[in-house]
């Protein structure tokens, strides 16, 4: 007798539970984004299609501060698409850990975000499900606070002001220590790149606009964890 298949429901909830404490920080996030759209002329549709389509919170609220400038679509498209960018090194990572056939490999690049990325590399059993569970909680409350950003967006002055972009950079450390800990001794080489990386994200700002700054420190990461990969792990 074999083993019932696990219900792929559970995976999903799972994945989707795993993405609510995070929505304290995207709720005014979209919101700020709606309110940046509707002041730059879009209408409510045009803003809450923009959250349905593209689905990519810092793109969407520079294309929105373009469109408000009357930048050309050429100018618009580059500059989203060098911000975005910084997916395909997170598809490559997450292609290493769990295979896909090209219907999910499309479905989970759709609604990737930095935030699914993050607990996906936490989760315990890792699955499209879980995945896709994620990305959907996240793809809910952004696009739930989108259209309330855009309908009563008069009504709130600047949720940025309310200090709740503190909420990403917290959530970030709360999903990467564990995974240090989880390492024990081989997490020296992921600790260095760690500092490594931030070091780079703080001084890049200063030379090159945001979209290059992710893409440059995520590669040269990248580079440093390979290179003392090669001397730390083989001669410990």
């Known amino acids: 007798m074999t083993a019932p298949a696990p219900?792929?429901?559970?995976?999903?909830?799972?994945?989707?539970?795993?993405?609510?404490?995070?929505?304290?920080?995207?709720?005014?996030f979209a919101a700020a984004y709606a309110v940046t759209a509707r002041?730059?002329?879009?209408?409510?549709?045009?803003?809450?299609?923009?959250?349905l389509s593209v689905f990519a919170g810092s793109s969407?609220?520079?294309?929105?501060?373009?469109?408000?400038q009357a930048a050309a679509p050429l100018g618009i498209i580059a500059?989203?698409?060098?911000?975005?960018?910084?997916?395909?090194?997170y598809g490559l990572s997450l292609a290493q850990r769990l295979p896909l056939g090209w219907p999910q490999r499309l479905l989970a690049a759709q609604f990737l975000t930095d935030e699914a990325y993050g607990v996906a590399l936490n989760a315990p059993?890792?699955?499209?499900?879980?995945?896709?569970?994620?990305?959907?909680?996240?793809?809910?409350?952004?696009?739930?606070?989108?259209?309330?950003?855009?309908?009563?967006?008069?009504?709130?002055?600047?949720?940025?002001?309310?200090?709740?972009?503190?909420?990403?950079?917290?959530?970030?450390?709360?999903?990467?220590?564990?995974?240090?800990?989880?390492?024990?001794?081989?997490?020296?080489?992921?600790?260095?790149?760690v500092l490594i990386s931030a070091l780079l994200a703080w001084m890049l700002p200063k030379l090159l606009p945001?979209?290059?700054?992710?893409?440059?420190?995520?590669?040269?990461?990248?580079?440093a964890g390979a290179w003392l990969s090669t001397r730390w792990v083989a001669r410990p």
């Open 7 to 28: 219900r792929p429901v559970r995976p999903f909830l799972a994945g989707f539970r795993a993405i609510l404490p995070l929505w304290l920080g995207v709720a005014p």
């Open 39 to 51: 002041a730059a002329g879009l209408s409510v549709w045009e803003t809450q299609w923009m959250s």
């Open 60 to 68: 969407q609220l520079a294309a929105a501060g373009l469109f408000g």
């Open 79 to 89: 500059t989203t698409a060098v911000l975005n960018v910084r997916h395909v090194l």
């Open 125 to 193: 059993a890792l699955s499209f499900g879980y995945l896709l569970g994620a990305e959907l909680s996240l793809y809910a409350v952004w696009n739930l606070f989108t259209l309330l950003g855009a309908l009563l967006g008069s009504l709130v002055p600047d949720p940025q002001a309310l200090g709740v972009g503190i909420i990403f950079p917290l959530a970030y450390l709360g999903l990467l220590i564990p995974q240090l800990r989880a390492m024990g001794s081989d997490g020296r080489v992921a600790a260095a790149v």
């Open 210 to 223: 945001g979209g290059l700054v992710v893409l440059l420190t995520g590669v040269l990461g990248a580079l």
